[in-house]
């Protein structure tokens, strides 16, 4: 959680019966908290208490997900779930703690949505493409970073409409089914996580005869 006057609160990973009663005893003594709980796979509840009137925070959450393939298509799917509906279950319910909380869904009089995504290929992106939502798109990367050109791209959104339906993004390129390593620093420890992706072939390859049999 970032305050409005840049002080960050990092949070920590607990089981969730021990999240939940930390983030209520901490409302309970009058301090600003914010808890993130799992409902589903890809439904994720934030709540935040003791803000005081007018005063705006962020809450930063990064978490890692699977990308589906479209193999008719050749593409790759960015699927950020935005809205609850009949997929998903039910809304998770509110509840009441210290003043009660709010939970806004697609019914919200004024729900919005903004996205800025950085799309990153091993191979030049030859098409990027929203069906669910109209989106600003702009190839390359950073300006300030000197990375090859047409290997990267730049997705923003800011709607004011509903949230009606689940963000989608399809990214086309060559390459996307090759075997690739993957390396992260961690921005404050010095520790790095590595994930290997490998792809069996589709068919199976045939042994080799003798040609002389």
Do not use: W
């Not at 021990?18 to 309970?28: G, L, S």
């Not at 799992?38 to 705006?56: H, L, R």
């Not at 990308?67 to 809304?91: K, T």
């Amino acid at each position: 959680m970032i305050k409005q006057d840049g002080t960050r609160v990092v949070g920590s990973v607990l089981e969730k019966r021990e999240a939940r009663e930390t983030y209520d005893a901490a409302v309970a003594q009058g301090q600003q908290a914010s808890l993130v709980e799992q409902q589903t796979p890809d439904v994720f509840q934030v709540s935040v208490g003791n803000i005081p009137s007018n005063e705006e925070v962020q809450i930063e959450f990064v978490y890692a997900t699977e990308l589906s393939e479209d193999e008719e298509n050749g593409s790759i799917r960015v699927h950020l779930p935005v809205h609850i509906g009949a997929r998903y279950g039910e809304a998770p319910p509110s509840k009441p703690s210290f003043g009660g909380s709010v939970f806004i869904s697609s019914s919200s009089p004024t729900p919005f949505l903004t996205l800025a995504m950085s799309v990153e290929a091993i191979a030049p992106i030859s098409k990027i493409g929203c069906p669910s939502h109209s989106v600003s798109t702009e190839l390359g990367p950073d300006p300030r970073l000197e990375l090859p050109f047409s290997n990267y791209a730049r997705v923003s959104l800011s709607s004011d409409s509903p949230l009606d339906k689940d963000f989608v993004l399809t990214v086309k390129s060559a390459g996307l089914d090759a075997p690739r390593c993957v390396a992260q620093l961690h921005p404050t420890h010095n520790t790095v996580a590595m994930g290997l992706v490998s792809r069996a072939p589709s068919s199976p390859t045939s042994p080799a005869r003798n040609p002389c049999s």
